[in-house]
């Protein structure tokens, strides 16, 4: 047990996070070059890497679906999954975190803090992962540590602690000054020589100054540092490298190193931060459950009963692939298992160390392993596996609702089947895709997180199953909220039938919402005039009103629903007849209510020339879009503005035409803001 339980110290969970075209592909490759499991560099340009192997991926040049790889590096195991960094891919990244133990969020020394760092860098904070910051780009015209520094403070509010300061500028960025060594790494020109040496002597004053800041910014926040600061007026590099530790795992500080993934200047000393700072299996807490009901904890032990949660799935041409994070216990190729999620067992036919789309066999894997399996059949992306013995069922990943919609269909009649099963492989391999058939029209609806994310399945289907597919313009989810409500609406429900009849009567008070996004349900009944068993019936028939609004069938939200009196039966009241009245009642009182629809909106961030900027303006004001700011950033105009979804449909192609193909956008779900009186919604 013991060597079990050691064996663990040295594996390291983690995930590159990033704006998109911030470089974590790259950053991937030089780890996996560094560590000797590749030995050739990949390049996003060439098609050439590892981890974007989709053929859309090198076709597009973004990563779209997150891969998880493994390498060593002294001594340590790494797993690492390269995250996606586009918007719409954001439930990958969502999924991977889930399982992950620590991060290396990666920015671009010239823009600094993106809109999507900043999104991924929230999702990191719901699921407490301790992360390092990685400058990145240095070596680009305009490149600046400290204006990247200062973006990650203000707009991610984490305290950076700089180790690193960077020897040469731009072009002449040659390597690093460790601050905690004090000692200078430098690279050859192609990066794959490292020399390290004394600081060199135009340098030194600097460094000096930065390690004092940096020993003034640890004590600060760490006890011990604190200690041996006071009494010595200076940390040693031992005491520094432990506290650092501390912080960056407590979620205090967040360790920050700077380089050029594409030089392959900075990937050795970043893989030495991620063995001394980012946790292992054994320093997280152990993962929490339930078990019918009652909370549980499983430690990262291998001799524990076992339990894994399904991150991912994959259907390959050689069959499907389930992603696990293994938390306790030790699971073999053959062993039956439990998917507690579905309640059926299932047995596992091979275990795979992955290395992106290639794969190699071993016997068993234990607590702390990411590994895939094949021979499971009912497991999706959020499934708990786990001993027969023990069931247990752990959180799933959050799962953002869809806000972008197309009508798809076979453009032959003889292929009709063979599109449904399609789309529910689909559905199977990304749980942020909805499937649907719309009750007015008939028609199959695809729902996703963007128009880029709905092109990609599309193209998926065409490419995997050689399926000629039209397509409908997009649409997208609308909600329905109350602008103003009503009071004392009473609903009367009386049912006879010839048996036990049904009878309840409720009193509701309709407002809306300070927060658009909501629902309340409270009751102020009293005298037990609506016997509490039966409240909860009402708010159950209130919830499900919820589902379709009075202007055009969508969702409804952003109000509060008070129950202020009621009546009962003494034999026909029932859970049943109150939740239909409640159901009834809403629906009554939203009908009775002044109604306001609200459409998705998005904040949109243009990367355009200087000269195209009017231009923009202009396009982003005729697409109701409300302009935020601009800022000029290395010889770039970057505008922010907030615009609804339903208006950025083409925008890409649009944005192109009008800037010769040089302006650029990403965009970041902001909510929900009311829509204009005459927006479609069908």
């Known amino acids: 047990m013991r060597t079990n339980l050691n064996a663990l110290t040295v594996v390291r969970n983690l995930g590159i996070l990033a704006h998109v075209d911030a470089g974590k592909t790259t950053v991937t490759e030089r780890i996996l070059y560094a560590t000797g499991t590749t030995h050739r560099r990949g390049e996003v340009h060439d098609g050439t890497t590892v981890t974007d192997f989709d053929p859309q991926e090198r076709d597009r040049g973004i990563t779209i679906f997150a891969a998880a790889v493994s390498c060593a590096w002294d001594g340590h195991r790494i797993n690492l999954i390269d995250t996606?960094?586009?918007?719409?891919?954001?439930?990958?990244?969502?999924?991977?975190?889930?399982?992950?133990?620590?991060?290396?969020?990666?920015?671009?020394?010239?823009?600094?803090?993106?809109?999507?760092?900043?999104?991924?860098?929230?999702?990191?904070?719901?699921?407490g992962v301790p992360r390092i910051a990685f400058v990145n780009k240095l070596d680009r015209a305009g490149a600046d540590l400290d204006t990247a520094v200062a973006s990650i403070r203000e707009r991610l509010h984490p305290a950076p602690l700089v180790v690193q300061v960077p020897i040469g500028a731009e072009d002449g960025f040659t390597g690093v000054v460790d601050l905690l060594r004090m000692r200078a790494l430098t690279w050859d020109g192609d990066g794959d020589t490292a020399t390290d040496g004394p600081v060199p002597d135009a340098l030194h004053e600097e460094a000096l100054r930065r390690r004092r800041l940096l020993e003034e910014a640890v004590a600060e926040r760490h006890p011990a540092a604190l200690e041996e600061f006071c009494d010595r007026e200076t940390?040693?590099?031992?005491?520094?490298?432990?506290?650092?530790?501390?912080?960056?795992?407590?979620?205090?500080?967040?360790?920050?190193?700077?380089?050029?993934?594409?030089?392959?200047?900075?990937?050795?000393?970043?893989?030495?931060?991620?063995?001394?700072?980012?946790?292992?299996?054994?320093?997280?807490?152990?993962?929490?459950?339930?078990?019918?009901?009652?909370?549980?904890?499983?430690?990262?032990?291998?001799?524990?009963?076992?339990?894994?949660?399904?991150?991912?799935?994959h259907a390959t041409a050689t069959g499907r692939l389930t992603y696990l994070r293994v938390y306790s216990g030790t699971i073999g190729k053959g062993d039956t298992v439990l998917d507690a999620s579905a309640g059926r067992t299932e047995r596992i036919g091979r275990i795979l160390r992955v290395r992106a789309d290639r794969h190699a066999q071993v016997d068993r894997a234990i607590a702390g392993d990411i590994v895939a399996v094949v021979g499971l059949k009912s497991a999706r992306a959020g499934s708990t596996l786990c001993a027969p013995g023990a069931p247990l069922v752990l959180e799933p990943p959050t799962v953002a609702d869809p806000v972008v919609s197309v009508a798809v269909e076979a453009r032959g009649p003889a292929d009709t089947d063979r599109l449904?099963?399609?789309?529910?492989?689909?559905?199977?391999?990304?749980?942020?895709?909805?499937?649907?058939?719309?009750?007015?029209?008939?028609?199959?609806?695809?729902?996703?997180?963007?128009?880029?994310?709905?092109?990609?399945?599309?193209?998926?289907?065409?490419?995997?199953?050689?399926?000629?597919?039209?397509?409908?313009?997009?649409?997208?989810?609308?909600?329905?909220?109350?602008?103003?409500?009503v009071s004392g609406l009473v609903h009367r429900h009386v049912k006879q039938d010839g048996g036990a009849?049904?009878?309840?009567?409720?009193?509701?008070?309709v407002e809306p919402l300070e927060e658009i996004m909501g629902f309340e349900f409270r009751s102020t009944v009293v005298g037990g005039r609506v016997p509490q068993e039966y409240v909860r019936a009402v708010e159950a028939g209130c919830r499900d009103a919820l589902a379709e609004g009075p202007l055009g069938g969508h969702p409804v939200t952003g109000l509060r629903v008070t129950l202020t009196d009621g009546a009962t039966h003494v034999k026909d009241s029932s859970d049943m007849a109150f939740r239909t009245a409640g159901r009834f009642a809403l629906r009554e009182a939203l009908s009775a209510s002044t109604m306001t629809l609200l459409e998705p909106v998005v904040e949109v961030t243009v990367t355009v020339p200087e000269d195209a900027v009017g231009t923009v303006l202009g396009d982003l004001a005729a697409r109701r879009g409300r302009v935020s700011g601009s800022v000029t950033r290395a010889g770039a105009a970057v505008v922010t503005a907030t615009v609804p979804l339903a208006e950025l449909f083409g925008y890409a192609t649009r944005l192109r035409s009008r800037t010769q193909g040089r302006g650029t956008f990403t965009t970041r779900p902001t909510g929900y803001a009311p829509a204009p009186a005459a927006t479609p919604t069908r």
Not at 103 to 119: K, R
Not at 470 to 483: I, K, N
């Open 420 to 485: 449904a099963s399609a789309l529910a492989r689909l559905v199977e391999e990304d749980p942020s895709l909805v499937v649907r058939t719309d009750p007015e029209t008939g028609q199959t609806v695809l729902s996703g997180m963007g128009e880029l994310h709905l092109e990609v399945a599309v193209e998926k289907v065409r490419r995997d199953h050689g399926l000629a597919v039209a397509l409908g313009r997009p649409g997208v989810s609308y909600r329905e909220t109350v602008a103003r409500g």
């Open 501 to 509: 009849g049904q009878f309840a009567q409720v009193v509701i008070d």
């Open 84 to 127: 996606p960094g586009h918007v719409d891919f954001a439930d990958e990244v969502e999924r991977s975190l889930r399982v992950l133990d620590g991060a290396v969020a990666v920015f671009d020394a010239v823009a600094g803090v993106e809109p999507q760092s900043e999104s991924v860098w929230r999702q990191a904070d719901r699921y």
């Open 235 to 313: 940390l040693s590099a031992a005491t520094l490298t432990a506290a650092l530790r501390d912080l960056t795992r407590s979620g205090d500080g967040v360790v920050v190193l700077c380089g050029s993934a594409y030089r392959n200047r900075g990937i050795e000393p970043l893989l030495d931060a991620v063995v001394a700072y980012l946790p292992s299996p054994l320093d997280v807490p152990a993962v929490r459950g339930t078990l019918d009901g009652t909370e549980q904890e499983r430690a990262a032990d291998p001799h524990a009963p076992f339990a894994a949660l399904a991150f991912k799935v």
